[in-house]
């Protein structure tokens, strides 16, 4: 059976309504007392409001961007120019290392050291990505915001207790750490959209000392720290929305409008699309599954306590360590049946034809990833078809698409090789021509956006009833997050089809068409595939890196690789 090409509208959300947000009516969370915490509520909103206004500027003062020059930050860490002259307090006088709650919560402890939650600010990528922004869009931006928009989210405590906002941030912040428990733990406010990223937002809402907040209502005195209820766990996968939602109001109007303001990522404004379409996963039942016959949260002390529902806190998601095999393969067997549950894929019988040639459709369904497929920085993610048409007697191949020879080879994506000016291409490695009948479902992340237009001047507006973007005539691909810039779709060669990520429950159908023999019998094959970083991409990043900085990126390709989420196959 042939899938519809089907998609799930979404609401007019907050995202964009002006009404909605600066009305302020999604300030009330709900009646609920019951700090214990179901997964999400009857009356839980999956609405979060925006975070306050910054009061920063983006270009320091500078009329453009764009001429921020790359030579004024120091790439190895240390004071940046533009930070704050004040020193912080010392950093542990507020937040204690993650190594001490080791002692007593011994499970989620070592759940979390294999997590990229811990690795969220020594990660190479994270390095030298967010030193370049540093040193080149954001070089005249003011500090701490939004200069520190990266560090701000990527460890919440270390950012409240220095002032740099290149890596890597002094070793006693405990940034090495990551998103480590008093990230989540000492926060004690109402999340926000993006307010992570934001010092005045999520930063203003930690509490120092030795108060932890969590879900339950009846946490057992301890001589370790004070627990209580937190007004963040009420509803506690709206938590997430603080830093998996990454815009910034540049205009400081109060809403965020796609082409006025800069949007990165929208993974939990899909997730709320997926609730309101009737999808009954949450964040914390995906990410955070309860691990099954342990009752005890603090598994390493012998204080009594009632029987508790402990969830996972390794976070598994798509990312990996490219410089720490032994995250990797901690994680890779989670890793791997989260892809392949995530998606339904098929050729469809019914499509076949051999009218001039080999024709048939790919149908791939977002069945049950509980936001967009892929989502995140979705300009990193590479989530492509591979077919293969083979004679089935000698096994000959007859057609292909999306195969990789090599698995450090870059996808032949036209968007890059058949487009003169993008500075990509000199780093695509593996092609000798471009793939027309690539689908890479992959954003295309450029430094400047412009809103689409149709043929009579107006905007093009899409299901949230917010602007399409498109490539400026003077933007180009890039590897760093310009403020002006932003993730833009790409398009497939042989039928100009948009390669945007799937939404909640849609179905997307793709049309191949063979010039070959149709008289002898084939084997059709088709793996649906995903990268969570092209190795163009990493390749781009470390041309930019300076010698003194470690890890270097370039030797740390050689560890990408290919995970298969689902395949199908037919003979004719």
Not at 51 to 64: K, N, R
Not at 190 to 209: C, E, M, R
Not at 254 to 259: L, N, P, T, V
Not at 386 to 395: D, F, I, L, T, Y
Request: charged letters at 20%; a negative charge; one cysteine or more.
């Amino acid at each position: 059976m042939l899938f519809r090409n089907v998609r799930v509208p979404r609401r007019f959300g907050h995202f964009l309504l002006a009404a909605v947000i600066s009305a302020g009516c999604m300030s009330s969370y709900g009646n609920s007392t019951d700090l214990s915490g179901s997964d999400l509520g009857d009356n839980e909103s999956t609405d979060p409001p925006p975070p306050p206004p910054w009061t920063g500027s983006e270009d320091g003062g500078s009329s453009d961007e764009s001429d921020a020059g790359s030579g004024d930050v120091d790439a190895g860490g240390g004071q940046d120019s533009g930070d704050a002259g004040t020193a912080p307090p010392p950093p542990h006088d507020r937040f204690r290392s993650a190594k001490v709650c080791a002692t007593c919560h011994t499970t989620i402890y070592k759940q979390w050291s294999t997590s990229m939650h811990a690795r969220a600010l020594t990660s190479p990528l994270t390095l030298a990505e967010t030193n370049q922004v540093i040193r080149n869009p954001l070089a005249r931006a003011t500090s701490p915001d939004p200069k520190r928009f990266c560090v701000n989210c990527h460890s919440p405590t270390a950012a409240a207790v220095t002032t740099s906002a290149s890596l890597p941030l002094d070793p006693a912040s405990h940034a090495d750490e990551g998103i480590s428990c008093t990230g989540c733990h000492q926060f004690n406010g109402k999340p926000t959209s993006g307010g992570g990223g934001i010092s005045t937002s999520y930063q203003a809402n930690l509490v120092d000392g030795t108060t932890y907040f969590g879900p339950l209502s009846d946490p057992v005195p301890n001589s370790s720290h004070t627990a209580q209820a937190g007004i963040a766990f009420t509803q506690r996968n709206l938590t997430c929305a603080n830093c998996h939602n990454v815009s910034l109001d540049l205009d400081h109007d109060g809403r965020i409008i796609k082409g006025e303001d800069l949007v990165l990522q929208q993974t939990f404004d899909e997730y709320s699309d997926y609730r309101r379409a009737g999808g009954q996963e949450t964040c914390v039942t995906c990410h955070m599954p309860v691990i099954s016959g342990l009752t005890r949260v603090a598994d390493g002390t012998s204080l009594q306590t009632p029987d508790r529902v402990v969830r996972n806190h390794s976070f598994v998601g798509v990312d990996y360590a490219l410089d720490d095999p032994n995250q990797d393969a901690a994680q890779a067997a989670d890793r791997e049946a989260l892809l392949q549950s995530s998606a339904r894929f098929q050729i469809d019988r019914d499509s076949i034809s051999d009218n001039n040639g080999l024709s048939f459709t790919v149908s791939i369904e977002n069945a049950r990833s509980g936001h967009n497929l892929p989502t995140g920085f979705a300009f990193t993610r590479q989530m492509w078809i591979e077919v293969r048409v083979v004679a089935a007697s000698s096994g000959r191949l007859l057609f292909s698409s999306g195969l990789l020879t090599n698995p450090t080879d870059d996808l032949c994506d036209a968007n890059i090789l058949d487009e003169k000016d993008n500075p990509m291409r000199e780093f695509i490695q593996g092609c000798n021509r471009s793939d027309e009948n690539l689908v890479n479902i992959q954003a295309k992340l450029v430094d400047r956006v412009a809103v689409k237009r149709d043929g009579n001047g107006n905007i093009v507006f899409d299901q949230d009833g917010q602007p399409v973007l498109v490539q400026a005539d003077n933007g180009q691909e890039t590897t760093l997050q310009f403020l002006r810039g932003g993730p833009v779709a790409r398009t497939r060669p042989v039928d100009g089809q948009g390669l945007g990520s799937l939404q909640p429950f849609e179905i997307r159908n793709f049309r191949y068409s063979a010039r070959i023999d149709t008289s002898q019998p084939v084997t059709i094959s088709a793996r649906l595939m995903f990268r969570h970083m092209p190795p163009y991409f990493v390749r781009a990043l470390a041309a930019g890196q300076p010698a003194n900085e470690l890890p270097q990126l370039a030797p740390l390709v050689a560890n990408l690789r290919a995970t298969e989420m689902a395949s199908d196959s037919v003979d004719r």
